[in-house]
């Protein structure tokens, strides 16, 4: 093999999945997919957890606050939790949680909860590249960018305020309505 | 307890698994990836690390290197976290110090570009180091074991697995759903390929089994409740009444000579409906235990099974002084406690009426295989005779293999002894009644000890084999000689023609198939199923009879399907891993336990969440209080606490939050190639 003189051109973005798996059903279905040799997409990173009802909410926010384009939850299916009910708890906040992702502007594609028994290895390679797939074509998320955009808006503001407040030390602060606007139908 | 002043000392091996992970991920270049990690002391690659030499490297680098934590990205932890674990132990470290990454079977196995094998190899191995950082040394609790075993299903597996555990000593509990075991086998005439009689070597264990006095044996019983874990669980067991009581039944039947009804008028199950049984009876001569029963179905002291005491109750006055039977017997729930349980339920044949081409139940000289195993069978309905339903005597026979094997409209899977049995009922067919036997097949399966010899046999008896998978079976005939007959139309696909043989008699070689409950019988043990239904076992091929929970194993036909050499074998097999289980007498437990933490504000939010009703409340301090004996970690309260107070041991918010930092980060540039590795 010719070394390349040059660095490689940085290879085309392809999205981050950041995977919780549960030990017992798609961990496990994770292991028999690779034990199956099937082939899927390399972007999902798996951390094991032992219940899908460990997955904290804040594990989700905390992955995608650091740059995961989506977040996958495998548990096992409804009446088949290896501790009885932990993955209906995960349903449940999942549910919350997709709402307030939807009012933050995060599509719900990208957080996507499902339920794959110990056998189902191909599942998982059809989740995997189903929802790789999908994020390629949404894009990325990029939430740390725009933490950083969001940032640097505030210190403009807080930048220009301090100027105008500088301005008019004596303003009182009056609160004005926003104008809505009302589309004609 | 968590002390994290202490130089952080990480030892980092990446294994190449012969070529299973070198092959896909660059090993090398994961090792000097890790090795500029903030933490990592040392970082190599090796080709085995599960091998001695492996294990013996991380003891020696621990020693000589004062190692304080161990990563190993190798296979899954599923396979060998115990194994590292031990070898890090043996190195004089805590074990929960160790923490393992999977490349094999979610890297390379599943990736067929390098490059971002390798990548992801990297991104995981960091997630891993930085988790690793923030392990803590934990406790190891033992429990005790109670020493004795449950066993569902009194199949030739149940009984294997009873008798050996009852051998050496351990007092079981066999419970069997029919009113006797002996499960399939029992019914069988002759078994191939040595064609020795069924019932002469499967009735000296079944009495054995009666008679053992490690054995408590509940026939007409299932299991209803499992509750607790490894070494402990609480077993409840539903008795249903057989109207007779066990203790005073003697088993001289004089009872069942003296019923009402003076002929025996109900479909016999055990003959497979071919025959014909009273209320009260004994389902077969040797049944076990030698205890009869009262169906109340039928009986006429009942009415669709509640009692009205109508009927003069011969059978009452025949059995006399011994007053076995007892009409008000109600269902009894008992309670068992045992360490370990195996589970070997066996299967139920394929219902041949999905394929309704092949003229079951329409054309009444159609049977099933079973149908005929009772048929050939010197104790069955025809003492052997082969004789159809409508009284004639067959001059050709067909046997149709893969009825509901290797078929992509109903069951994808062979059911391995279909070829075998067949050929085995072909034999006896045509020494019972003389005729021609044709077998009708798609490949022939004999791959055993004596089997292949076995067709060889049959070939030179005589019996046709003709190739391809049957289209139909019709009465319709074209020519005279087709008149009265059943005709099969199959493609012959060595001969490349399409035929028509007339027939008297078709038998369906069904295949084998997970019982209608087993998804139920599964939620109770909380084992999994593969695709098929079949229960699934812990590894396919290094842990056959276990399943993914402790101390529930798995024998026979329940796993899939196989013959009785297998199966006697699993069921040995299974014995023997519950042995190991319970005379090491204690088990260590994963301490994986959630712990609440001092800042826990006492809200209760977390009480009714856990399943185990392991989380109570501590008036006094006002605070939730974890019994870690119950809890079995998942995990879900330490999510569910709103104020963030409960820990989980091994699964630490921290560690969590520490991994899914290290996945993200900016993954490393794509690698220069490095000087020549091999
Ligand atoms: C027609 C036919 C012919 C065959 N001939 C041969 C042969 O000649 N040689 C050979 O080697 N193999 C033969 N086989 C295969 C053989 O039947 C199996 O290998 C063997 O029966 C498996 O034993 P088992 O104990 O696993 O299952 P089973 O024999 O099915 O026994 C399972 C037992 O568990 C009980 N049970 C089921 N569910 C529950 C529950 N929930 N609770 C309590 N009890 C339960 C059942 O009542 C049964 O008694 C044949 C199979 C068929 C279909």
């Known amino acids: ?185 | 307890m968590v002390s994290l002043k202490p130089e952080i000392r990480i030892g980092f091996y990446v294994c190449h698994c012969g070529h299973n992970i070198a092959s896909m991920v660059d090993c090398a270049d994961v090792a000097a990836y890790v090795g500029q990690l903030p933490g990592v002391v040392l970082a190599r690659d090796y080709k085995y690390m599960c091998s001695d030499p492996g294990q013996e490297l991380i003891q020696k680098d621990i020693a000589e290197f004062g190692l304080n934590r161990v990563v190993v990205a190798s296979c899954s932890p599923l396979l060998h976290e115990h194994t590292f674990r031990a070898a890090v132990a043996a190195g004089g470290l805590n074990p929960f110090l160790f923490h393992m990454v999977n490349i094999r079977e979610h890297a390379s196995w599943v990736h067929t570009d390098r490059a971002a094998a390798t990548a992801k190899a990297k991104v995981l191995a960091r997630a891993a180091i930085r988790r690793a950082a923030l392990a803590r040394e934990l406790p190891q609790r033992q429990i005790p074991i109670n020493p004795g075993v449950l066993v569902v299903g009194g199949g030739i597996a149940g009984i294997h697995a009873a008798l050996t555990l009852a051998e050496a000593g351990k007092h079981v509990w066999l419970i069997e759903r029919e009113a006797s075991i002996g499960g399939h086998m029992a019914k069988f005439d002759k078994t191939f390929p040595t064609l020795d009689c069924a019932a002469c070597i499967l009735t000296p264990k079944m009495s054995a089994v009666g008679a053992h006095p490690n054995i408590t044996l509940w026939s007409h019983s299932d299991v209803v409740q499992v509750d607790g874990y490894v070494g402990n669980y609480t077993v409840k067991v539903r008795r249903r009444p057989r109207y007779v009581n066990e203790e005073l039944c003697t088993g001289c039947q004089e009872c069942i000579g003296n019923c009402i009804y003076k002929e025996p008028k109900f479909p016999d199950e055990f003959n497979e409906g071919l025959g014909k049984r009273k209320p009260i009876h004994i389902p077969f001569p040797q049944a076990t235990p030698q205890v009869v029963l009262i169906d109340p179905q039928v009986c006429l002291n009942f009415k669709r099974g509640v009692l009205t005491d109508r009927c003069k109750k011969t059978c009452v006055e025949a059995c006399g002084d011994r007053k076995a039977i007892d009409f008000t017997q109600k269902e009894e729930t008992k309670e068992i406690q045992v360490g370990a349980i195996i589970v070997a339920t066996g299967f139920k044949p394929f219902d041949v009426r999905r394929v309704p081409q092949y003229g079951y139940g329409t054309y009444p000289n159609v049977y099933t295989a079973l149908e005929v195993e009772r048929l050939v069978n010197a104790s069955g309905p025809t003492a052997g005779e082969i004789v159809l339903r409508d009284g004639r005597r067959p001059s050709a026979i067909a046997i149709i293999h893969c009825v509901g094997s290797r078929d992509k409209k109903t069951n994808r899977w062979c059911s391995r002894v279909c070829c075998m049995y067949s050929m085995k009922l072909a034999h006896l067919l045509k020494e019972h009644s003389g005729a021609e036997l044709y077998n009708f097949y798609i490949d022939i399966r004999a791959p055993g000890k004596g089997y292949e010899e076995f067709y060889d046999k049959l070939n030179e008896e005589g019996v046709h084999f003709i190739r391809g998978r049957v289209g139909e079976v019709t009465d319709w005939a074209m020519i005279p000689e087709e008149e009265g007959k059943l005709v099969i139309r199959v493609e012959d696909t060595l001969a490349g023609v399409v035929r028509r043989i007339p027939v008297d008699m078709v038998v369906l070689a069904t295949g084998l198939e997970p019982h209608a409950d087993a998804q139920a019988v599964r939620r109770l043990f909380n084992m999994s199923c593969g695709t098929e239904g079949f229960f699934l076992e812990r590894h396919p091929k290094l842990a056959p009879v276990s399943t993914f929970t402790d101390g529930v194993y798995i024998a026979g036909c329940c796993q899939g399907p196989r013959d009785i050499p297998d199966t006697v074998a699993q069921a040995g097999a299974a014995a023997a891993e519950a042995l190991a289980l319970i005379d090491r007498g204690h088990i260590l437990q994963e301490p994986n336990t959630a712990h609440v933490l001092a800042d826990c504000s006492g809200c209760k939010s977390c009480l009714p969440l856990c399943p185990y009703t392991a989380i109570g409340f501590d008036e006094a301090t006002h605070q939730a209080v974890i019994n870690e004996a119950l809890c079995k970690g998942c995990g879900t309260c330490v999510a569910a606490c709103p104020s963030g107070s409960i820990g989980q041991h091994l699964f630490e918010d921290d560690e969590v939050f520490s991994e899914i930092e290290g996945l993200l980060t900016a993954d490393p540039e794509p690698t220069p190639a490095l000087a020549a590795t091999p």
């Open chain 1, 1 to 185: 093999m010719n070394a390349p003189a040059q660095p490689p051109a940085a290879p085309p973005w392809t999205p981050r999945i950041v995977a919780f798996f549960c030990n017992w059903c798609t961990y496990t279905a994770a292991d028999l997919a690779g034990v199956s040799r099937l082939k899927y997409a390399p972007n999902v990173r798996v951390i094991r957890l032992m219940c899908s009802g460990r997955v904290d909410p804040q594990f989700i926010l905390e992955a995608l606050r650091r740059g995961a384009d989506g977040v996958l939850i495998g548990g096992c299916h409804p009446g088949d939790c290896h501790y009885v009910e932990g993955n209906y708890k995960m349903l449940r906040r999942f549910g919350l949680l997709q709402r307030m992702l939807a009012d933050l502007g995060i599509p719900p594609a990208r957080v996507r909860l499902e339920w794959i028994s110990a056998a189902e290895g191909e599942r998982v390679k059809a989740v995997i590249n189903d929802m790789t797939r999908q994020l390629q074509a949404l894009g990325p998320l990029d939430l740390p960018g725009k933490f950083a955009d969001w940032d640097a808006e505030i210190a403009d503001l807080a930048a220009t305020l301090q100027t105008e407040s500088a301005k008019e030390p004596e303003a009182t602060h009056t609160w004005e309505p926003p104008k809505v606007l009302v589309q004609p139908q």
